[in-house]
């Protein structure tokens, strides 16, 4: 006998992101807002002057993406069951990428699933991390292995906190601007190259074409069964020097920048880049201050960890190499020599 559970239907998970000063939010039931010690000690006395809830809780967790892991994830959900939150209660990520990362993932497993929204911090999350409900978390094997897609219910991008960030960390999100342009927009790139983003209005300009782009490609592939792997380009490359370097050494963007001029001397090598575009990339992450260049150790060992990465297979892996500036292909068919011999370039002495 077979039976069949008839499960077809359309779920609507479209969601505003709004891009102005925050202003009065009005939420029914219990809120917690989960952010870290240095986020909560700069903004969190303005976003609770701006927040109106039944009940508010704040729950504190380490700063820092060699935090984010099931232990962090175990504490957070402690303390949501320690004050009774239900799956009409609501969470809010308030913080930076790591933030918005493990408070969806929390959200997502919470009793089967319940809402959350984004109160972005970071550039880097302000333009990338916080829209598209990729949410997850570390462990020994490489970054955000374990994780799903739960889309926010609202997204909320106010300017205003990104006064006190420190220039790594406002240079971080500048490379994840570049990396939306390169791939998508070579307008955009242009622009960029062409206007200093230190300058509060044209940053305000590129934060909302960087997050038009992250949403028309989300709208199109939510869970990364095509387009949407070209947001990666970069990563590949920088997610395996974050984990050789235990989350510890560089930001998340910065290893972004360094696995986009790692991608970028295998387009040239494909013939996919002219080593002009390469050179106006560089130039332009060399601007912000943010590194290009990164030690290899043992090329075979880092080669060997591209199998963890999520886009690979068994026996292929993806990368995401750009079409000059402004194209993307992803790639499972580059000859492991090709890759290797650029890896080499990066060798340490």
């Given at each position: 006998m077979t039976l069949n559970i008839a499960l077809k239907h359309e779920i609507d998970h479209s969601y505003p992101i709004h891009?102005?000063?925050?202003?009065?939010?009005?939420?029914?039931?219990?809120?917690?807002?989960?952010?870290?010690?240095?986020?909560?000690?700069?903004?969190?006395?303005?976003?609770?002057?701006?927040?109106?809830?039944?009940?508010?809780?704040?729950?504190?967790?380490?700063?820092?993406?060699?935090?984010?892991?099931?232990?962090?994830?175990?504490?957070?959900?402690?303390?949501?069951?320690?004050?009774?939150?239900?799956?009409?209660?609501?969470?809010?990520?308030?913080?930076?990428?790591?933030?918005?990362?493990?408070?969806?993932?929390?959200?997502?497993?919470?009793?089967?699933?319940?809402?959350?929204?984004?109160?972005?911090?970071?550039?880097?999350?302000?333009?990338?991390?916080?829209?598209?409900?990729?949410t997850g978390i570390n462990n020994r094997f490489g970054k955000n292995l374990v994780g799903l897609f739960h889309q926010p219910k609202a997204v909320y991008i106010d300017p205003y906190f990104l006064s006190s960030l420190p220039p790594r960390e406002f240079a971080a999100g500048v490379a994840e601007m570049l990396k939306m342009a390169v791939t998508f927009d070579a307008a955009f790139f242009d622009w960029l190259d062409a206007h200093d983003l230190r300058e509060p209005e044209h940053l305000k300009t590129a934060i909302k074409q960087a997050v038009r782009i992250k949403a028309e490609v989300v709208a199109q592939d939510e869970k990364e069964q095509g387009l949407r792997a070209a947001l990666n380009y970069g990563h590949t490359f920088g997610h395996v020097i974050e984990n050789e370097t235990a989350y510890t050494r560089f930001l998340h963007g910065e290893t972004v920048a360094i696995g986009m001029v790692m991608a970028n001397e295998v387009a040239c090598e494909l013939g996919m880049m002219s080593p002009h575009e390469a050179m106006r990339v560089k130039a332009l992450l060399e601007r912000y201050g943010l590194p290009v260049h990164y030690g290899i150790k043992d090329v075979e060992a880092f080669y060997d960890a591209f199998f963890l990465d999520k886009k690979s297979s068994d026996h292929s892996i993806t990368f995401i190499i750009p079409q000059g500036i402004g194209g993307v292909a992803l790639r499972d068919d580059i000859d492991a020599a090709l890759i290797k011999g650029v890896l080499a370039r990066y060798s340490e002495v």
């Open positions: 891009i102005d000063p925050l202003s009065t939010l009005h939420f029914k039931g219990k809120v917690a807002i989960i952010t870290n010690p240095k986020v909560a000690g700069l903004h969190l006395g303005y976003l609770l002057s701006r927040l109106s809830a039944d009940e508010c809780y704040v729950v504190t967790v380490p700063d820092g993406e060699q935090h984010k892991g099931l232990q962090t994830i175990e504490y957070i959900l402690d303390r949501l069951f320690e004050h009774r939150l239900n799956r009409k209660s609501l969470l809010i990520a308030f913080g930076g990428g790591v933030i918005g990362d493990m408070c969806g993932f929390a959200a997502g497993i919470y009793q089967r699933g319940i809402d959350f929204v984004q109160i972005p911090t970071t550039l880097l999350s302000q333009v990338d991390a916080s829209v598209g409900g990729k």
